[in-house]
Each structure stands twice: as C-alpha cells, then as structure tokens.
C-alpha cells in the first residue's frame, strides 16, 4: 500500500499554524469536510467546461494537499492540473476517478490521524491539569505551601 501522507505531516502543520493544536484540528477537519464539495466543484467544472473555475479548484485542493501532507493527493491533482493546461479535457477525465478515489482515502486517512492526535492531547491536558493542581496546591515540588509572611 501506498502512502497517503507524508510521515510527520501532522507536525508540519502544526509548525506552519504557529503551534496551536486547535487550528491545527480545525485546518484538518475543514479539508476533509471540504472534499466532497471540492471534487464536486472539480467534476462540474471541467463538465461545462469552466477551465478558469477547474484551475482555482486544483489550485485549492494542490495547496491544501500539500499542507497536509497529502503527497499523493497533491500529486495526482497535479496531473489532472497539467492536463488542464494543456486544455486536455479528456486527460482530465481520465485522471477525475482517481484524484476522487484518492481524496476520499486521504480524507480517512486524515480524519484518523487527527482523531488520535487530538485523543493524545487530551490525555496530555488532562494529566498537566493534574499535575499543576498539584503544584498550585503544593508548590513545584510537591511541597506544601510557604506560608505566608507576616510584616
């Protein structure tokens, strides 16, 4: 089986949001919430033939494949994309079924890999809360409270 994503495509991304989890999860949510309606767009697009509308699509799906990680995606997208320069529709036709059939596995793919990273955190956030309670009610060391002083 071929891989889908790059390895540490998840850490990537994190690193391009700026280390915020929670973009980070949202950025994956929406490009696997926004495949079928990018394929869709796609499909009508080149069936018009609306060459200018399938360019912004590929454009869209290329860009965000990349920032997920999503190696294969991005590659086959690229081909129905030189395709379309090429003003070859019926090279894009042929290459349509399987950028959809990749999308969608990536999409699974992606929506694991996000599930478990954010299961991960909340186990993490879940022990920190812990252990800062501990800290705020024993000091850093687990000692108890310095009491206070008295002027």
């Known amino acids: 089986m071929i891989a889908l994503l790059e390895d540490g495509a998840l850490e990537t ?3 391009q949001v ?4 929670s973009l980070r999860h949202r950025f994956l949510r ?5 495949w079928p309606s990018r394929a869709e767009r796609l499909a009508e697009s080149l069936a018009r033939p609306d060459l200018e509308e399938a360019h912004v699509v590929l454009l869209s799906i290329r860009s965000t494949s990349t920032m997920v990680g999503a190696v294969v995606l991005e590659s086959t997208a690229a081909l129905v994309h030189s395709a379309l320069a090429l003003k070859d529709l019926p090279g894009c036709f042929r290459h349509l079924p399987r950028l959809i059939e ?11 890999l996000a599930a478990r990273a954010e299961d991960s955190e909340r ?10 309670g501990l800290r705020s009610d024993h000091g850093s060391l687990g000692e108890p409270p ?3 002083r008295r002027w």
């Open 13 to 15: 991304l994190l690193t």
């Open 18 to 21: 700026g280390g915020d989890t």
């Open 30 to 34: 929406d490009f696997v919430a926004l």
């Open 102 to 112: 990749v999308g969608e596995a990536t999409c699974v793919e992606l929506a694991v």
């Open 123 to 132: 186990v993490q956030q879940g022990g920190r809360s812990r252990r800062e």
């Open 146 to 148: 310095a009491l206070p």
